[in-house]
């Protein structure tokens, strides 16, 4: 594409936030492009678009929803928890597909040996996970009775159309993924989830109430992100930071996020240098880091912790 200039300027029609690669190679697929194929099949096809391909660009977003992620978030959730059941909140939670943390087994793999835990061996999928560095890996899953989550534009997952969009998204290539993927997909939908359609700001307050409703007194709010606030300009970051720390009511509530840099992650690819790296962290405090798109094995590194 860098040097054909037809193809550049049908890309620069499109809005700035929508000239997203996995986007627009998505787009092509979604409407028949054959993937693995040559350049001049996609050329082909956008050149010579009849505006369904645009039309699903602008329609549609990119919302790869990794479960693998879980291999990493479901520590934190657990360390969280503290024993206590557990109220999840997501936002951008895209499918809801990262609310489901005690429906899969883990396989940690320290310098130790493996670290399970979850279900008996054969009952539910697998996450495996590289681990470096003294991890608080859990011996028990956390219990989860309540999962919610907000998001600009919800996929639901038993929509068929909204699985297939999910599948296309995950690159050519990554098989794995796209198999990781439908498993997530199949769990999800044996107990659909609840994510609420709207702006996260405007609507957490309302769904931390149902949250702290539905777990009790006995129980943890959790809320988490897997990616979205690094999609935020640094004002609403600070925003979202603010809000959280006010919904502790005075102390900050569990929170299981990535810190990525200011530009959105599909801009990093899948560097494994420190910009593709993610920070899952706790009221704070970075805990480990680990890639953002969970493949082909989830890897957590332990990072010192500083400030409270």
């Keep these: 594409m860098v040097d054909d200039p037809e193809v550049q300027a049908w890309l620069e029609t499109l809005p700035d936030a929508k000239q997203q690669p996995n986007l627009v190679f998505a787009a092509a697929r979604w409407h028949g492009l054959a993937a693995p194929a040559p350049y001049e099949a996609l050329r082909s096809v956008l050149l010579g678009d009849d505006g369904a391909v645009r039309g699903t660009i602008l329609t549609r977003a990119t919302q790869t929803n990794e479960a693998g992620r879980l291999a990493t978030l479901t520590p934190v959730f657990a360390l969280a928890a503290a024993g206590r059941p557990v109220a999840l909140l997501e936002v951008g939670a895209s499918a809801g597909l990262c609310l489901y943390p005690d429906r899969w087994r883990y396989r940690w793999h320290t310098a130790e040996g493996v670290r399970a835990a979850g279900p008996p061996d054969g009952v539910g999928p697998v996450l495996e996970c590289a681990v470096t560095g003294p991890v608080p890996l859990p011996e028990e899953l956390p219990t989860v009775v309540w999962r919610g989550g907000i998001d600009l534009n919800p996929l639901d997952v038993t929509a068929e159309d909204d699985r297939r969009w999910l599948l296309t998204l995950v690159w050519p290539e990554h098989d794995d993924r796209r198999e990781q993927l439908a498993r997530a997909i199949d769990v999800a939908r044996s107990d659909p989830p609840d994510v609420r359609r709207g702006d996260l700001f405007e609507l957490?307050?309302?769904?931390?109430?149902?949250?702290?409703?539905?777990?009790?007194?006995?129980?943890?709010?959790?809320?988490?992100?897997?990616?979205?606030?690094?999609?935020?300009?640094?004002?609403?970051?600070?925003?979202?930071?603010?809000?959280?720390?006010g919904a502790g009511r005075g102390r900050p509530l569990p929170l299981g996020e990535q810190r990525g840099p200011p530009r959105p992650p599909h801009r990093d690819g899948d560097r494994p240098g420190a910009a593709g790296r993610a920070v899952r962290a706790r009221a704070r405090r970075s805990l480990r880091r680990a890639h953002p798109r969970a493949r082909p094995v989830p890897h957590l590194v332990v990072t010192p912790t500083t400030g409270p």
């Design 204 to 245: 957490l307050p309302a769904r931390l109430e149902e949250a702290r409703a539905a777990v009790g007194s006995d129980g943890v709010v959790v809320v988490f992100h897997s990616a979205v606030v690094a999609y935020l300009e640094e004002a609403d970051r600070a925003r979202f930071d603010r809000t959280m720390r």
